[in-house]
């Protein structure tokens, strides 16, 4: 590996450091990551003879310690029980609306699976119950009353809110990002629509917003080829654009970002043209976002979705497979890992093959990848990388006993105090209790409760903890 710095004159001096490689054709299939599971299918059908997967979600059930992974296919959505790597158990399949699809896009809340597609003809918004897996999911809401078809959702469970980016319907033409409530999960609602600002002349400053991250009701906005807007979305009547990322070095389609856990580094991908590199931005002052550094694979590899885990910057790299870069310095990344999911190396770095998406989230801490072509795929990271810096997994608050009777108690790690939400869900999804609270340690009263199965969920800061409880 060399490195070599690469300075920039704009209004200051900024220092980035670019990563080479050695020639692909050195590489062997992988460094530091050991494959623990592969799941495939080669009688699925396939689109365009390539494309048999799109991109892939988590869910873990507190209650029974199981892991699942939801992905998509050009035609349907599957769902595995991934709890034991070595032998990936398909739990369900269940039909999207639409058929050969090249996108297809999912996030979990609570115990529900939300699932959207984008070819922009037929399409739906579906929402699946999750609480009855590994045996089978049940889907609770299909309609095209909300979204006809839509490019990408990121859910905030703070706010239980739901962004759709580029969401169209069938009466009303195309919305750059549509805002629903969660507040009842079986049923979203709209509560709002971005509002894109206009400069000069009245034209709209953007069209589309590609994909959106979104934390503490700020959402962090990819909007194509005019860079990231970001925007303060806590009073949806009100909207405040903070500030814009446009001009910075490879710029292009700008498809995604992502945050650190201190929320002030931001790092994104551009999509098109393909080999643009990976950036990083500090915003401590997020009304004057200033780049730190950019990083890159290979000279010709199109980075598509990075996730920001602890220390760490897991990327879905397209032809490249899975790559782990060092974030201990944001200004200075460097790779430390990659497993080629595709045949390797490829032939040329054209068109859209290999690694769509990564799911690092898993409490066991495997790591879940779909390719393309490929299939789905269970990594661990070698020691040699997390012994570098651990990565850092949440640590919920303890909720006892489980089963319960009269009261639930709730404690804090190591005694923090910190604000808390208390929400819980009976088994149809419906809020039965809500509770705030700024202690260590508190209880509440449940005797009106039903005996049944019970989702409790805790929301603190940016972070949300869903546990399975019986009442007894």
Same mark, same amino acid.
């Given at each position: 590996?060399?490195?070599?710095?690469?300075?920039?004159?704009?209004?200051?001096?900024?220092?980035?450091?670019?990563?080479?490689?050695?020639?692909?054709?050195?590489?062997?299939?992988?460094?530091?990551?050991?494959?623990?599971?592969?799941?495939?299918?080669?009688?699925?059908?396939?689109?365009?003879?390539?494309?048999?997967?799109?991109?892939?979600?988590?869910?873990?059930?507190?209650?029974?310690?199981?892991?699942?992974?939801?992905?998509?296919?050009?035609?349907?959505?599957?769902?595995?029980?991934?709890?034991?790597?070595?032998?990936?158990?398909?739990?369900?399949?269940? =039909?999207?609306? +639409?058929? &050969?699809?090249?996108?297809?896009?999912? %996030?979990?809340? @609570?115990?529900?699976? *939300?699932?959207?597609?984008?070819?922009?003809?037929?399409?739906?918004?579906?929402?699946?119950?999750?609480?009855?897996?590994?045996?089978?999911?049940?889907?609770?809401?299909?309609? =095209?009353?909300? +979204?006809? &078809?839509?490019?990408?959702?990121?859910? %905030?469970?703070? @706010?239980?809110?739901? *962004?759709?980016?580029?969401?169209?319907?069938?009466?009303?033409?195309?919305?750059?990002?549509?805002?629903?409530?969660?507040?009842?999960?079986?049923?979203?609602?709209?509560?709002?629509?971005?509002?894109?600002?206009?400069?000069?002349?009245?034209?709209?400053?953007?069209?589309?917003?590609?994909?959106?991250?979104?934390?503490?009701?700020?959402?962090?906005?990819?909007?194509?080829?005019?860079?990231?807007?970001?925007?303060?979305?806590?009073?949806?009547?009100?909207?405040?654009?903070?500030?814009?990322?446009?001009?910075?070095?490879?710029?292009?389609?700008?498809?995604?970002?992502?945050?650190?856990?201190?929320?002030?580094?931001?790092?994104?991908?551009?999509?098109?043209?393909?080999?643009?590199?990976?950036?990083?931005?500090?915003?401590?002052?997020?009304?004057?976002?200033?780049?730190?550094?950019?990083?890159?694979?290979?000279?010709?590899?199109?980075?598509?979705?990075?996730?920001?885990?602890?220390?760490?910057?897991?990327?879905?790299?397209?032809?490249?497979?899975?790559?782990?870069?060092?974030?201990?310095?944001?200004?200075?990344?460097?790779?430390?890992?990659?497993?080629?999911?595709?045949?390797?190396?490829?032939?040329?770095?054209?068109?859209?093959?290999?690694?769509?998406?990564?799911?690092?989230?898993?409490?066991?801490?495997?790591?879940?990848?779909?390719?393309?072509?490929?299939?789905?795929?269970?990594?661990?990271?070698?020691?040699?990388?997390?012994?570098?810096?651990?990565?850092?997994?949440?640590?919920?608050?303890?909720?006892?006993?489980?089963?319960?009777?009269?009261?639930?108690?709730?404690?804090?790690?190591?005694?923090?105090?910190?604000?808390?939400?208390?929400?819980?869900?009976?088994?149809?999804?419906?809020?039965?209790?809500?509770?705030?609270?700024?202690?260590?340690?508190?209880?509440?009263?449940?005797?009106?409760?039903?005996?049944?199965?019970?989702?409790?969920?805790?929301?603190?800061?940016?972070?949300?903890?869903?546990?399975?409880?019986?009442?007894?």
């Amino acid at each position: 590996m060399k490195t070599f710095l690469k300075s920039i004159c704009r209004a200051s001096l900024l220092f980035i450091l670019l990563i080479r490689f050695e020639p692909i054709l050195a590489q062997p299939i992988s460094l530091n990551i050991e494959l623990l599971g592969h799941w495939q299918n080669e009688n699925l059908p396939r689109l365009n003879g390539y494309q048999i997967w799109n991109d892939l979600t988590g869910y873990y059930d507190s209650l029974t310690g199981k892991e699942y992974i939801i992905a998509g296919s050009t035609d349907s959505i599957y769902f595995f029980d991934v709890s034991n790597p070595k032998e990936i158990v398909l739990c369900d399949v269940e =039909d999207g609306r +639409s058929k &050969n699809m090249v996108n297809r896009d999912y %996030e979990c809340y @609570s115990h529900y699976a *939300y699932c959207v597609s984008d070819n922009k003809n037929l399409g739906s918004l579906q929402v699946f119950d999750l609480q009855y897996l590994p045996d089978s999911v049940h889907k609770v809401y299909d309609s =095209d009353s909300l +979204s006809y &078809n839509t490019h990408s959702i990121f859910i %905030e469970a703070k @706010s239980k809110r739901m *962004y759709m980016c580029i969401n169209r319907l069938k009466v009303g033409g195309v919305s750059a990002m549509d805002i629903m409530s969660l507040e009842n999960p079986e049923y979203p609602t709209l509560i709002g629509r971005l509002n894109i600002p206009s400069f000069g002349n009245g034209t709209p400053a953007f069209t589309n917003v590609h994909e959106t991250y979104v934390r503490n009701d700020t959402a962090y906005c990819s909007v194509e080829y005019k860079g990231i807007f970001i925007f303060d979305l806590i009073n949806l009547d009100s909207q405040k654009l903070i500030s814009i990322i446009a001009d910075y070095p490879e710029n292009g389609y700008n498809h995604n970002g992502t945050l650190d856990k201190s929320g002030k580094h931001l790092m994104f991908t551009d999509e098109i043209p393909g080999g643009l590199s990976v950036k990083i931005y500090d915003i401590h002052d997020i009304k004057n976002p200033k780049l730190m550094g950019v990083f890159r694979s290979n000279q010709g590899a199109t980075a598509h979705n990075p996730y920001w885990v602890g220390s760490f910057a897991y990327v879905s790299y397209y032809h490249d497979g899975f790559y782990v870069f060092n974030l201990t310095d944001p200004s200075h990344p460097f790779m430390v890992g990659y497993y080629h999911t595709s045949p390797w190396p490829p032939k040329s770095y054209d068109g859209y093959m290999g690694c769509w998406g990564v799911y690092p989230w898993l409490p066991s801490g495997n790591i879940a990848a779909s390719d393309m072509g490929e299939g789905i795929f269970l990594f661990k990271l070698d020691s040699s990388i997390t012994s570098l810096v651990q990565t850092e997994k949440p640590i919920g608050p303890r909720i006892t006993p489980n089963p319960f009777n009269e009261k639930l108690s709730f404690s804090s790690e190591n005694g923090k105090i910190f604000p808390m939400e208390l929400s819980i869900y009976d088994s149809k999804g419906e809020m039965v209790l809500h509770k705030k609270a700024m202690e260590a340690t508190f209880e509440t009263e449940t005797s009106n409760l039903k005996p049944g199965m019970y989702f409790v969920l805790i929301q603190t800061g940016d972070m949300q903890w869903v546990q399975k409880m019986i009442k007894q």
